[in-house]
């Protein structure tokens, strides 16, 4: 059940008040779907609220519409630890390094041995014991024009549009930690556009961006959907030398919630 849907949670989490809290909008264990790391057992940890409003967020009640509990640090470690067979655990959301006090959980996580990944949009850095960061920057084909609006009209995509791409924060973010980047791409079209930010981002950055670090995925949050992409993605990461990450967890459980 997603954490936002247990008043008992709340509960607990309001008896700490001066606690440090995260909005959290569900903690499951599963398999790392995505990237390099697929096929890890891993414990997710999903924050709410971003930034950004991709028109394709699949984690719509991070993003669109957030919903969450608020619990804290010593809440949240718990519940990892209640999964004894994990040693890696994915800090995501929304966007997770919107909040401060991901830092904390980060440094909380690492003292127990844990291996973390976080899954971020690539507009923020913080300074955290991150062993891996999974970075998705978003193309324009995310913005949330008034035609592929989840929501509204189109209000959100000017702010999405500015603020998609921060190349300060992915230079340092590539030169801070063990990194892949992870394109969220729908066809051809999307190639120019990543061809130019690994441009820019080489420039910026000393730390070399092999080939190999970057990975084509199949925009898709349901089964039906990545049948569509999954195809002209795998070819056009042959096609460029780019990788080309499944979304294992849509193969195996679409979109049900806590997979
Ligand atoms: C929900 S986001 C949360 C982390 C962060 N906000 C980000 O975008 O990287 C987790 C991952 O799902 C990807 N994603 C979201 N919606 C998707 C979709 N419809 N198809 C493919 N990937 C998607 C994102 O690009 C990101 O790699
Ligand atoms: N199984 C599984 N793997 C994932 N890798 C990244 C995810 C995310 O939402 O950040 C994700 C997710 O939501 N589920
Ligand atoms: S940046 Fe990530 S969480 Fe935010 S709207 Fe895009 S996919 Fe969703
Ligand atoms: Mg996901």
């Known amino acids: 059940m997603p954490v936002s849907d247990s008043a008992d949670r709340e509960c607990v989490a309001d008896r700490n008040p001066n606690g440090e809290r995260l909005p959290i909008n569900e903690l499951f264990y599963s398999l790392q779907g995505e990237g390099t790391l697929a096929g890890v057992p891993s414990v997710f940890v999903r924050t709410s609220g971003c930034n950004l409003r991709c028109w394709f967020c699949d984690s719509y009640h991070t993003s669109w519409e957030p919903t969450h509990a608020r619990m804290s640090l010593e809440e949240i470690v718990a519940e990892v630890e209640a999964h004894a067979e994990a040693d890696h655990v994915v ?3 929304g966007e997770p390094l919107l909040h401060e006090e991901s830092v904390d959980l980060l440094e909380a996580l690492d003292e127990r041995g844990y291996h973390t990944t976080v899954e971020t949009n690539g507009t923020i ?4 014991p991150i062993d891996f960061a999974s ?34 924060a992915l230079a340092a973010l590539v030169e801070d930690y063990p990194f892949q980047l992870k394109f969220v791409v729908t066809d051809a079209d999307d190639m120019p556009e990543i061809l130019e930010l690994l441009e820019e981002l080489r420039d910026a950055t000393s730390e070399p961006i092999g080939d190999d670090d ?16 999954r195809g002209r993605v795998a070819e056009l990461a042959m096609e460029y030398g780019f990788r080309y990450t499944p979304r294992l967890h849509v193969d195996l459980w679409n979109d049900a919630p806590e997979t």
């Open 214 to 229: 970057v990975l084509l995925m199949p925009e898709g949050a349901t089964r039906e959907r990545l049948a569509e992409t």
């Open 135 to 168: 970075i998705s920057p978003k193309l324009e084909s995310s913005t949330p024009t008034s035609e592929r609006d989840p929501k509204g009209d189109g209000e959100w995509a000017e702010r999405h549009e500015n603020d998609r791409i921060d190349f300060e």
């Open 91 to 93: 800090l995501t959301g």
């Open 125 to 128: 850095h913080r300074e955290a």
